[in-house]
């Protein structure tokens, strides 16, 4: 079954080399009882690891099975482990955190069998563990320990067991139960090469090998090896995606969070942080883009604004305030109406600030000059009264509309304004209406305003004959554009700017230009919050990285025991790496958890607005997934790139 020729193996230990076998040559046959027998550093150990795999000679030839094992990769190492060989360790060598059947469904996972599940049980049975499938081994003696490990070495049917001082760390009673065992194991044809130093172990033995100093000293047959039980042939390589390598990950990455769980929180801590900033700052980005374009939109749907360009004096740069120009007449609105053909409502204004005065209060406010279409063309609603119309437009009459701000200065609590006298710069007006509350904002307080019909104002209290603002509703949305340009060319003719150098006197703005420089403007906003709060995210990785290679230092042994029993490059990466994505998405869970919470706190507070879209938390929770690819990735490499006996040989 085995046959190596000329087998040289030396470590270098500092500026040292010790020379651990020095041209070993052997033959196994299928169904023998071996026993390896020298004193410490004899090589005897070493040798045991080369048969078993785990390790490779500098030079030499090793024939398994008719396979060429010197010419074999890392993956095919682990497959010949795996499928044909079965370890028994000195110090048993079983996974802390699991279960019996767990430790001896290991080898299972790694060969993709289907048996999986009700092997482990058979198996554990057959060493007399039946009743103890379910308990840790912490929860288990030396004897069940070691017996436990036998069950692990036997689950895939291998076609040789090795052994390293089995009975090492032992009772006698338990260690002569454990002999016995393996002893009947190979009556019933198992191949045994056991690692002892211990003459007494020897005699079960039928063939015993003495090493001394890298080389053999003594063959000694005793009695012809028992017949080789018939066993089915091992199946082909798979190197195919094996689900249950991730499951069994995500199980043991779940119990080592639980096992340590101030360790795991404070894991966790930078990338809870991280999600729940990341979508907090978004979310108050997105809620002050929400409410601007709420106040955008509430000025009047489809609404283009025509205002005075400041002044400049002639080949002078300096510009006067806005609307210093008397640039915008009542004929100029009344040429729009009749033609720009999009044209739906038009609402001329002049305005200017004054005082309000009723009764011992007093207010200053803004003083609206207007047509009676503004509650429409801006979306306004009365609240109270009604409005003013056509008679009191052009009667001049002395009424008024007041704002909820004016209102709550002028006025008592539960005193109705409508059909009271206020006086603006010392003119009574009738107040004939209360409009409702929109509130104020970035964009002014719409509530702090008085309206009084157009004619009123330019006449009888202001003394203008210009307009302020222009306010022109189009009635297609789709037509802003065009009516822009229409409303520009009529303006430049009536203010007879032919020349194309010659600047406007006046300004048009578009609602649908304001409202995408916002959202160009909060969306920028939101991204720079976001990137700053995913520094947090990148310190959480930090600390990942840094808990996953101390993780790895911590279970290296473990990672020898797994590659031991099988497990190849991509399965310990993979087991790593889920674990890395297990500690992150629990963290971006606890991390979406407390965004929602710190949003649902700033709506409570009322400062700022917040808004948590399905996007940003889908977008944090995707980075805090792949926090743990990134960060999780060379703790793993680290990790599968262990050589097998370096790690075992850990302490």
């Not at 000679?57 to 074999?72: L, Q, R």
């Not at 409502?345 to 011992?360: D, F, L, M, N």
């Not at 307080?445 to 022109?472: C, F, H, N």
């Not at 930090?542 to 590659?563: A, C, D, P, Q, W």
Request: with cysteine; charged share 25%; glycine share 10%.
């Amino acid at each position: 079954m085995i046959t190596i020729r000329n087998l040289h193996k030396t470590y270098r230990m500092g500026q040292y080399q010790v020379q651990a076998l020095r041209g070993v040559s052997l033959t196994i046959r299928d169904g023998e009882f071996i026993a390896i027998m020298g004193p410490s550093g004899s090589g005897k150990s070493t040798l045991m690891h080369i048969l078993g795999c785990l390790d490779k000679p500098d030079s030499g030839d090793y024939d398994f099975d008719g396979m060429d094992v010197g010419g074999m990769d890392d993956n095919g190492l682990a497959w010949i482990r795996n499928r044909h060989i079965g370890f028994i360790f000195q110090n048993f060598s079983l996974l802390a955190r699991c279960t019996a059947a767990n430790n001896v469904e290991l080898p299972l996972i790694y060969a993709n069998s289907a048996r999986r599940r009700e092997r482990p049980g058979e198996v554990l049975a057959s060493v007399g563990l039946g009743d103890r499938v379910a308990h840790r081994s912490n929860e288990l003696s030396g004897g069940q320990q070691q017996r436990v490990a036998i069950a692990r070495a036997l689950v895939n049917d291998p076609r040789v067991i090795f052994a390293d001082e089995p009975t090492g760390n032992l009772d006698n009673k338990s260690g002569r139960e454990i002999m016995d065992l393996i002893k009947d194991l190979n009556k019933k044809g198992l191949t045994i090469i056991l690692v002892t130093h211990d003459p007494k172990i020897s005699e079960y033995a039928d063939r015993v090998i003495t090493i001394e100093d890298g080389l053999i000293v003594s063959d000694a047959v005793k009695k012809a090896p028992a017949p080789a039980a018939a066993r089915p042939a091992a199946p082909e390589r798979d190197d195919s995606f094996n689900f249950y390598e991730v499951v069994d990950s995500v199980r043991i990455a779940v119990n080592g969070l639980l096992a340590n769980k101030l360790r795991s929180v404070l894991a966790m801590l930078g990338v809870i942080i991280g999600v729940g900033a990341v979508i907090a700052m978004i979310s108050i980005g997105q809620g002050a883009r929400k409410d601007i374009t709420e106040r955008i939109e509430s000025m009047g749907s489809n609404l283009l604004t025509v205002m005075p360009a400041r002044n400049r004096a002639p080949g002078s740069r300096v510009a006067g305030a806005i609307g210093s120009s008397a640039g915008l007449t009542l004929a100029d609105a009344a040429a729009i109406r009749a033609g720009v053909p999009f044209t739906k409502q038009i609402a001329p204004t002049c305005e200017s600030s004054a005082q309000v005065v009723y009764g011992s209060k007093n207010t200053n406010t803004r003083i609206r000059g207007t047509y009676p279409s503004f509650l429409e063309v801006r979306n306004f609603k009365l609240k109270d009264g009604a409005n003013f119309g056509e008679r009191e437009l052009k009667g001049r009459l002395k009424v008024a509309l007041l704002g909820s701000s004016v209102v709550s200065e002028l006025f008592e609590d539960g005193e109705d304004p409508v059909g009271k006298y206020i006086k603006i710069k010392k003119l009574r007006f009738k107040v004939i209406g209360v409009l409702e509350s929109k509130g104020s904002g970035g964009m002014g307080d719409e509530d702090d305003q008085v309206l009084i019909p157009l004619d009123t104002a330019q006449k009888r209290l202001l003394g203008m004959d210009y307009l302020s603002t222009l306010y022109l509703q189009v009635a297609d949305k789709e037509k802003m554009t065009e009516a822009t340009e229409r409303v520009t060319e009529l303006l430049r003719q009536r203010h007879k700017l032919f020349a194309e150098a010659q600047e406007n006197d006046f300004r048009i703005r578009s609602q649908a230009e304001i409202l995408e420089t916002v959202n160009s403007t909060a969306q920028t906003m939101s991204l720079l919050l976001g990137s700053i709060a995913s520094v947090s995210l990148l310190v959480g990785g930090i600390g990942i990285m840094n808990i996953m290679l101390v993780s790895v230092t911590e279970r290296t042994r473990e990672i020898g025991v797994r590659k031991a029993v099988g497990a190849r490059y991509r399965d310990i990466l993979v087991q790593f790496l889920v674990e890395a994505v297990v500690v992150c998405v629990i963290g971006g869970l606890l991390g979406v958890a407390l965004g929602l919470l710190l949003s649902y706190v700033i709506n409570l507070l009322g400062k700022w607005t917040s808004s948590v879209s399905a996007l940003s938390v889908a977008l944090s929770f995707g980075f805090a997934f792949l926090t743990g690819v990134v960060f999780g990735l060379y703790p793993a490499m680290n990790a599968a790139r262990l050589n097998p006996i370096d790690a075992l040989r850990y302490e």
